[in-house]
């Protein structure tokens, strides 16, 4: 059985970081690219960030320059780096893990920026 699991989200003030992570537990095999997205009320889903296994990345312009992904495959785990936060940045994020013949997602973490 496979688990994904977030963790980092909060409240944090608009200008704020926080630092997403996200792990993978159980039978997973053949990953070959994670990603976050997010889903703000009222919105569909959305892509954030993903990174391959072999390292590129790819950003929505909406975070480009602020936040940063990264991953330990070793680990099978992902962070997200979120600087200059937002309030557009609200949203519950997920995380996925991305194999060959399937996707795995996490329940998610909601992050709110306000002050």
């Known amino acids: 059985q496979v688990q994904i699991v977030e963790s980092g989200g909060g409240l944090v003030q608009p200008g704020g970081s926080l630092r997403l992570s996200c792990a993978a537990s159980g039978s997973i095999f053949n990953i070959y690219a994670m990603g976050w997205y997010r889903q703000a009320p009222g919105k569909q889903r959305e892509l954030v960030a993903t990174?391959?296994?072999?390292?590129?990345?790819n950003y929505a312009d909406s975070v480009k320059d602020r936040f940063t992904i990264s991953r330990n495959n070793a680990k099978n785990t992902v962070y997200l780096q979120m600087n200059s936060l937002k309030p557009e940045d609200t949203a519950v994020y997920y995380c996925?893990?991305?194999?060959?013949?399937?996707?795995?997602w996490g329940k998610g973490t909601l992050v709110t920026v306000s002050s």
């Open positions: 990174v391959m296994r072999v390292g590129n990345t």
């Open positions: 996925k893990f991305i194999a060959y013949d399937t996707d795995y």
